[in-house]
């Protein structure tokens, strides 16, 4: 009787176990299971994509200061703060033979209104 009840408490564990198992599997491969998944598996990879981007960026901008100085270093440049900033050249031509140059800083640049049509 007891060897009975036992393969009989057995086998209903055993169904209750194998029913929740194939429960729980059919509830994955759903559709929207499956695109959920994919969903987060997709941002996963975006997220560790760019956190090697942003990584390797960071190196390169490193490498490249390091070899900068090395340069400036090797050729005997060295940055002057006495000296004024670059400056930017803006062409107006009053008339056609000779293009005249008004010299404008990067910081404020003069902007000047100029119809393409005023020539025709």
């Known amino acids: ?26 509830k ?26 942003v990584g390797f960026a960071l190196d390169v901008r490193d490498n ?11 050729l005997g440049i060295h940055d002057n703060p006495e000296l004024p900033g670059p400056r930017r050249y803006t062409a107006i031509e009053n008339d056609r033979s000779t293009p005249k140059y008004i010299e404008t800083s990067i910081s404020s640049p003069t902007k000047y209104s100029y119809n393409r ?4």
């Open 117 to 120: 049509n005023e020539d025709h």
């Open 1 to 26: 009787m007891f060897r009975r009840t036992f393969w009989f408490t057995t086998g209903v564990a055993a169904g209750v176990w194998a029913t929740t198992k194939v429960n729980r599997k059919l």
């Open 28 to 53: 994955q491969l759903t559709p929207e299971s499956l695109a959920a998944t994919a969903a987060n598996k997709a941002l996963e990879t975006g997220h560790r994509l760019k956190d090697r981007a």
């Open 64 to 74: 490249m200061a390091q070899r900068e100085a090395e340069l400036e270093e090797a």
